[in-house]
T-cell receptor, first 111, second 119 residues
Framework: RKEVEQDPGPFNVPEGATVAFNCTYSNSASQSFFWYRQDCRKEPKLLMSVYSSGNEDGRFTAQLNRASQYISLLIRDSKLSDSATYLCVVNGEGSQGNLIFGKGTKLSVKP | EPEVTQTPSHQVTQMGQEVILRCVPISNHLYFYWYRQILGQKVEFLVSFYNNEISEKSEIFDDQFSVERPDGSNFTLKIRSTKLEDSAMYFC?????????????????FGPGTRLLVL
């Protein structure tokens, strides 16, 4: 069974801190990787896609290590509004967009 | 910004009853999906739909479930005879292109969900 594993947290950090989330996936054939953000009782929202070379979007940096089947997300200068659950997501075995979600890592940023 | 909409936001039903969850995907999108999230659990794929037919489904999507695109805008999920364990948040998602050669060309945009409670 294809799985995505994440540390559930919670991560409690002060404003301005740097925090890193890790994720491992079991399907070596996965080709597409994402970080989604989910606020309490809300829908998942795409934070960023993850590319092999690593990519950055403002305070957020994502890295992919295919050999280790490992994905990371780094948040710098964390804000109160970053408080949410961060979902690691990879594509499933099919070719029509089946996404496999991790259970998520909860982040709480405190003043 | 265009968004996926879902109705109703909440649905309470008795075990054994049929429910229909409705979604209006983003208008120029071609691929449609249903996911569910049991409280405290991860988001799980149910089914994908393209060109008026199911393209993929998970083991969760058994004979009790069906999907339909009855007109040019709505995309529905029907549960024929609900069970207690069907209680969950159901998310609809849509994507403009889907996968090409295994590579996702565009992201999936999720609706706000329908919270289903089966009593």
């Amino acid at each position: 069974r294809k799985e995505v594993e994440q540390d559930p947290g919670p991560f409690n950090v002060p404003e301005g801190a740097t925090v890193a989330f890790n994720c491992t996936y079991s399907n070596s054939a996965s080709q597409s990787f994402f970080w989604y953000r989910q606020d309490c009782r809300k829908e998942p929202k795409l934070l960023m896609s993850v590319y092999s070379s690593g990519n950055e979007d403002g305070r957020f940096t994502a890295q992919l290590n295919r050999a280790s089947q490992y994905i990371s997300l780094l948040i710098r200068d964390s804000k109160l509004s970053d408080s949410a659950t961060y979902l690691c997501v990879v594509n499933g075995e099919g070719s029509q967009g089946n996404l496999i979600f991790g259970k998520g890592t909860k982040l709480s940023v405190k003043p | 910004e265009p968004e996926v909409t879902q109705t109703p936001s909440h649905q309470v039903t008795q075990m054994g009853q049929e429910v229909i969850l409705r979604c209006v995907p983003i208008s120029n999108h071609l691929y449609f999906y249903w996911y569910r999230q049991i409280l405290g659990q991860k988001v799980e794929f149910l089914v994908s739909f393209y060109n008026n037919e199911i393209s993929e489904k998970s083991e969760i999507f058994d004979d009790q479930f069906s999907v339909e695109r009855p007109d040019g805008s709505n995309f529905t999920l029907k549960i024929r005879s609900t069970k207690l364990e069907d209680s969950a948040m159901y998310f609809c998602a849509s994507s403009p292109l889907g996968f090409v050669s295994g590579i996702l060309q565009e992201t999936q945009y999720f609706g706000p969900g329908t919270r289903l409670l089966v009593l």
